[in-house]
């Protein structure tokens, strides 16, 4: 399973623009995803991870865009996949 999806802070979802270090939980308390947000943009290293804890995915966003090489992973931690999202 995917992680949830949360409001995008360019769709007006947000109260305010997050900024500085977040996480996300699923509701059991286990993390769903960390980053760092600059005045309510993704930037620098983001992990995401499936509901049992294991990670899901990983990678760079800047200004809000996937950016470099990002890995994906199945449920058990093992590497699906590795795509170059380039600059």
Same mark, same amino acid.
Do not use: C, K
């Given at each position: =399973? +995917?992680? &949830? /999806?949360? /409001? *995008?802070p +360019? *769709?007006?979802g947000? &109260?305010?623009? /997050?900024?500085?270090?977040? &996480?996300?939980? #699923?509701?059991?308390?286990? /993390?769903?995803? %960390?980053?760092?947000?600059?005045?309510?943009? +993704?930037?620098?290293?983001? $992990? #995401? #991870?499936?509901?049992?804890?294991?990670l899901? =995915?990983?990678? %760079?966003? =800047?200004?809000?865009? =996937?950016?470099? %090489?990002? +890995? %994906?992973?199945?449920? $058990?931690?093992?590497?699906? *996949?590795?795509?170059?999202?380039?600059?």
């Amino acid at each position: =399973a +995917r992680p &949830r /999806p949360w /409001p *995008s802070p +360019r *769709s007006g979802g947000w &109260r305010a623009r /997050p900024h500085g270090p977040w &996480r996300w939980w #699923y509701e059991d308390g286990t /993390p769903q995803a %960390v980053g760092t947000f600059e005045h309510g943009v +993704r930037v620098g290293p983001w $992990s #995401y #991870y499936h509901p049992n804890g294991q990670l899901w =995915a990983e990678g %760079v966003h =800047a200004d809000d865009r =996937a950016v470099g %090489v990002w +890995r %994906v992973y199945d449920e $058990s931690g093992a590497l699906l *996949s590795e795509f170059d999202h380039g600059e």
